[in-house]
């Protein structure tokens, strides 16, 4: 009787078990649908059209951020938890504050972010913005902490890595002045 080709058999059926076991960790540990047919429960499983989505990031492009507002708040109204018009809202207000530093839009881009985070706290974008938010208004140590708790939860989340290595060599900056 040939062993061998049990042998690879039941190895075969031992790593293919360990992968959807694997697959079912990640499912449950991010709440993504990784198997076809599974859908994600979080609030942001709204079918807005692309059509719906155009003008909000026309706006944003050509630096119109009350405009590119006033879309994604209507849009909000039809669509009250959807996290990438809640995204657009903050990201207008980051840019606006941004570029007329303007500390009382960058603290509303904040809130914003915190608001996208609270309905999807895997929105790596927001984690991402929130980050900037914190560094732009100075506080250094509450960014770092946003994106070493991050960094923990999103291991291959490169971005992160790279906005904390900016927030920590920020940090340093602004403490040798």
Not at 16 to 37: D, I, K, T
């Amino acid at each position: 009787m040939n062993f061998g080709f049990f042998r690879r058999w039941i190895w075969f059926i031992l790593c293919f078990a360990a992968v959807l076991a694997a697959a079912g960790w990640l499912a449950w540990r991010y709440g993504a649908p990784f198997f076809a047919g599974q859908k994600a429960e979080t609030p942001n499983t709204i079918a807005i059209s692309p059509e719906e989505y155009q003008p909000l990031y026309t706006h944003l492009n050509e630096k119109r951020y009350e405009e590119a507002r006033r879309a994604a708040e209507a849009l909000l109204k039809k669509y009250p938890n959807d996290v990438n018009t809640l995204q657009v809202i903050g990201s207008s207000y980051l840019r606006q504050g941004r570029e007329t530093n303007d500390a009382v839009l960058i603290e509303k881009a904040g809130e914003t972010f915190d608001r996208v985070l609270a309905l999807l706290p895997a929105h790596i974008g927001a984690i991402s913005d929130l980050s900037t938010t914190k560094r732009l208004l100075g506080k250094y140590d509450e960014g770092i902490a946003i994106l070493e708790a991050a960094g923990r939860d999103f291991p291959f989340a490169q971005s992160l890595e790279t906005d904390l290595a900016l927030m920590r060599e920020e940090a340093q900056k602004s403490r040798a002045r």
